[in-house]
């Protein structure tokens, strides 16, 4: 189950639908050891060390993993459906071709994850940062980044849409070669995009963000500004 986000803009912009999440009780998850291509079905993963673990194929449904760490697990093609991810931590997570469907990813604080390929759909990352996110090639449908950090994010040949940027950092931002249909990124702030300005048809952004754009914007039409030249004439 998912609704829409509410709030329309004079923009015509369509809002992202958001997952609705009602966790059934949860079994603590006592195994020790991720196995690949396993079944993980109403399991709470509390402060879970998954660290270097192999858990590539792996399905996770009704799920909660809670202050797990996850640095270099192998969770490639890994499916998490209806699930919430809160806290987790670790460098070089594999994630890649992954599917995250109705799920809450809060308050990560990640580096290097690897989602190249994955497709989020439903899908709410609210709070933390993530440095150096991955996710090349990746469809994204339903996605809203809201008060979190994101340091270079690689969106190159993503297709985007109704996707919302909410009170978040975007900081040097790569979109080349991404497709964007309704992307909100008037929230925001900074928003720093470093490659793929082109791209950026599909998207709504804000005057003051168009100004804050213009000198990079002027760089990649090859125009030449000159600071010193006489205004208004």
């Not at 168009?210 to 090859?222: I, K, Q, T």
Request: hydrophobic letters at 40%.
């Amino acid at each position: 189950m998912a609704r829409r986000a509410t709030g329309t803009s004079k923009a015509a912009i369509k809002g992202a639908r958001r997952p609705e999440l009602r966790l059934p009780p949860l079994e603590p998850w006592t195994d020790g050891e991720l196995a690949p291509d396993g079944d993980y079905d109403g399991l709470e993963f509390r402060e879970a060390d998954l660290a270097r673990q192999d858990g590539a194929g792996a399905r996770f449904l009704d799920c909660a993993l809670t202050g797990c760490a996850v640095d270099e697990t192998a969770l490639g093609r890994a499916r998490f459906l209806d699930s919430v991810l809160t806290g987790l931590r670790g460098v070089g997570t594999h994630l890649a071709e992954s599917t995250l469907r109705d799920v809450e990813l809060i308050d990560p604080r990640l580096g290097g994850t690897q989602l190249h390929g994955a497709v989020l759909e439903r899908v709410v990352i609210r709070g933390g940062k993530i440095d150096y996110l991955n996710l090349r090639e990746a469809r994204l449908k339903d996605v809203v980044f809201d008060s979190c950090v994101l340091v270079e994010p690689d969106f190159a040949g993503a297709h985007l849409e109704r996707v919302e940027f909410l009170d978040c950092a975007l900081k040097e931002a790569d979109f080349s070669g991404a497709t964007l249909k309704d992307v909100d990124l008037r929230g925001a702030a900074p928003l720093e995009i470093v490659r793929g300005l082109d791209r950026l048809s599909g998207a709504v952004i804000s005057t003051g963000q168009l100004l804050d754009l213009a000198p990079v914007l002027a760089h990649e039409w090859g125009i030449r500004v000159d600071p010193n030249s006489p205004s208004g004439a």
